[in-house]
């Protein structure tokens, strides 16, 4: 069954080995929440993580500088994620895609979906992966004897 995306399992172990940097868009300063578990597990892997959230922006999640706005992020980004709710989703979509230069991929998590974010996103070169999670894709496809490159 193809993916709701359209995004192949190749593109998709691409992402995962290609990017850099990361923006957690709704990172959680709350260790039970799943933003702040995926947030420490992008860590883990050896990302640089930007977590964005406007209610704790100056402060620490994960040890890592929170930002109000993907704008205030210091770097160039090459994945958004979003871990905002579908409704949220295309706000923040829109930001990335004012990012300059813009990010290589757009990513809502597990739950996420918005067509027209993500057709916006397509548009402008950027890759889109809807209902979706990094870590689950992660294991799914990076399991077993072999060790992710980064």
């Known amino acids: 069954m193809p993916a709701i995306d359209g995004v192949s399992d190749g593109e998709v172990r691409s992402i995962l080995t290609g990017v850099s940097t990361i923006a957690v868009v709704g990172a959680s300063p709350n260790p039970a929440r799943p933003s702040n578990d995926l947030l420490g597990f992008l860590i883990a892997k050896g990302f640089e993580t930007y977590p964005v959230n406007p209610f704790h922006a100056g402060g620490l999640i994960r040890g890592r500088q929170t930002y109000a706005r993907l704008a205030d992020v210091p770097a160039a980004i090459d994945m958004v994620d979003v871990f ?17 230069p813009l990010p290589r991929v757009v990513w809502m998590q597990l739950g996420v979906v918005d067509e027209a974010a993500a057709k916006r996103a397509r548009a402008k070169g950027v ?17 077993g004897p072999q060790v992710m490159a980064r």
């Open 127 to 143: 890759t889109a992966v809807m209902n979706r999670c990094p870590r689950i894709e992660f294991r799914r496809l990076f399991s």
């Open 84 to 100: 905002r709710n579908s409704a949220a989703a295309g706000g923040v979509v829109d930001d990335a895609l004012l990012l300059n």
